[in-house]
């Protein structure tokens, strides 16, 4: 994985006599609901909040619409949403809104089924998970930035705030159950979710192995919110980049952080001089998941549109322009040398009939 330092970053925004600032409000959700745009995403928690600013970027705000994990007013999870004109798309009204990465792939993954109940409702997912990546695979997934992912305790937790990976791997797979007489208590995020996929690999341990781990805590907590450390024994993985983008009072992102607290991992602390670590141990690409065949097939209803915002072949794709760079370092990520490559990272081969 390739990641563009800060240094280049504001070399580039420099030359495009750009500052980090977004050209609208960024709003949570499409504003008015009834705003229905051309291209219409859900999916990741941890990338929704710079999808809306890059939505509210990107053609002025008509092209986008990313719908967030959560409702935005209520925080309530698996509301009811209607992504396009129910005069012209019925089936598009009141789907369940997907919470996290697996649930806004299998919405698209529905949403392009030629005999799917929800077919045309989305047109882009957004992950922070990969997936087993296979040339034949119908959705192509885009890199976009890059995130890290370390791990945060209480504010009036005694638990050190440097920790290996080794011990990290300890805590999570239960060999080690206190640090320095303070016992220690492992959480992971809600199903579904990309961060808690990312993290389970990390420390070496298989979603359907979870019943051999019987420290860890699986409580259905929402992951980036200090709500999930319920006592200061807990520990819970954290994106850096919402840490960031909560802490920066941007329009329309709630500051969820409450009293986790990141810490360091094998010495590199999260956050340098406000910005994301370039060099913490720890990091992601993330991605948006598009078809395949709008990428590839001229004859595709959607393959202009997907091109132009997500794709870089031979131009530079929307997501990847330099003012989109100086959002998506605004929201808290490190921009990604290969954004916008549709070709490389393909997957989920044969899911179309």
Not at 74 to 81: A, F, K, M, Y
Request: aromatic fraction near 6%; hydrophobic fraction near 35%; charge should be negative.
């Amino acid at each position: 994985m390739k990641v563009m330092t800060f240094a280049k970053l504001a070399a580039g925004i420099a030359v495009a006599g750009l500052t980090l600032g977004l050209a609208a409000p960024a709003s949570a959700d499409p504003v008015p609901a009834t705003d229905y745009r051309l291209l219409a995403g859900s999916g990741s928690d941890t990338t929704q909040d710079v999808s809306n600013g890059l939505a509210e970027l990107i053609d002025g705000g008509d092209t986008l619409a990313s719908w967030n994990a959560r409702d935005p007013q209520t925080q309530e999870v698996g509301g009811l949403i209607t992504t396009k004109n129910p005069a012209t798309h019925p089936q598009c009204e009141d789907i369940v809104r997907p919470n996290g990465s697996s649930q806004g792939r299998d919405a698209l993954i529905e949403s392009i089924d030629n005999d799917g109940v929800r077919e045309g409702c989305f047109d882009f997912a957004r992950s922070s998970s990969g997936a087993t990546f296979d040339p034949a695979g119908d959705l192509a997934y885009v890199p976009a930035a890059v995130d890290a992912v370390t791990f945060a305790v209480h504010e009036d937790s005694f638990l050190p705030r440097n920790l290996t990976e080794t011990q990290l791997r300890g805590i999570y797979q239960c060999t080690i159950t206190s640090i320095l007489g303070e016992p220690v208590t492992p959480v992971i995020p809600q199903a579904g979710s990309g961060t808690r996929q990312f993290w389970l690999s990390r420390v070496g341990i298989a979603e359907g192995d979870l019943d051999l781990y019987p420290c860890i805590q699986d409580r259905g907590d929402q992951e980036h919110d200090g709500a999930a450390l319920q006592t200061t024994s807990d520990i819970v993985p954290f994106s850096i980049a919402q840490y960031i983008a909560q802490g920066n009072n941007l329009p329309g992102v709630p500051d969820r952080r409450g009293p986790a607290e990141l810490g360091s991992v094998g010495g590199q602390a999260p956050v340098v001089s406000g910005v994301l670590n370039e060099n913490f141990p720890i990091t992601r690409p993330v991605y948006y998941i598009v078809p395949s065949a709008a990428v590839d097939n001229p004859a595709d209803p959607d393959y202009q549109l997907i091109n132009d915002v997500f794709v870089s072949n031979g131009d530079t794709a929307e997501i990847c322009a330099p003012a989109a760079e100086a959002v998506v370092q605004q929201y808290g990520f490190l921009v990604h040398d290969e954004c916008g490559d549709a070709e490389t990272y393909r997957a989920f081969p044969n899911v179309l009939p």
